[in-house]
């Protein structure tokens, strides 16, 4: 894909710093994170994170973009979270997956052999199982 710039436009150049803020609790719409160096507290949109919201933990690390203003611009959670199964299907041999649930009551797709009490890797971003650990 190619970009044409015309030259009569200007664009305007923003700079964006990028912080690794831990999460300490929920407040309405926002998410209270802390600067681990300064212990500053910030409020951080939850909709900045879209879907993996939901695999949000206590004390999880987040990394949070700013624009020169000090507005978060986005954020990410960690690439994987591991979560303990709460309740799994039982396996049908004519089928590679069942469904299981786990904790915070998210359903996740996983391999027949997966059981109650399993501790999981699962990518935030897809929701998708990556492993059993």
Request: with cysteine.
């Amino acid at each position: 894909m190619r970009s044409v710039f015309v030259r009569e436009k200007k664009i305007d150049i923003v700079r964006v710093d990028e912080e690794e803020l831990q999460y300490i609790f929920s407040e309405n719409e926002f998410l209270v994170c802390m600067n681990q160096e300064t212990f500053e507290q910030v409020h951080v949109p939850k909709i900045i994170f879209g879907e993996p919201i939901r695999f949000l933990q206590e004390g999880m690390v987040l990394t949070i973009r700013f624009d020169e203003n000090e507005k978060p611009l986005n954020g990410d959670l960690p690439k994987y979270v591991e979560l303990n199964v709460t309740y799994a299907e039982e396996g049908n041999k004519n089928k590679s997956v069942k469904r299981a649930e786990v904790e915070g009551g998210i359903s996740v797709q996983v391999p027949i052999f997966v059981s109650t009490g399993d501790k999981l890797r699962i990518e935030t971003e897809t929701g998708e199982y990556v492993e059993r650990v």
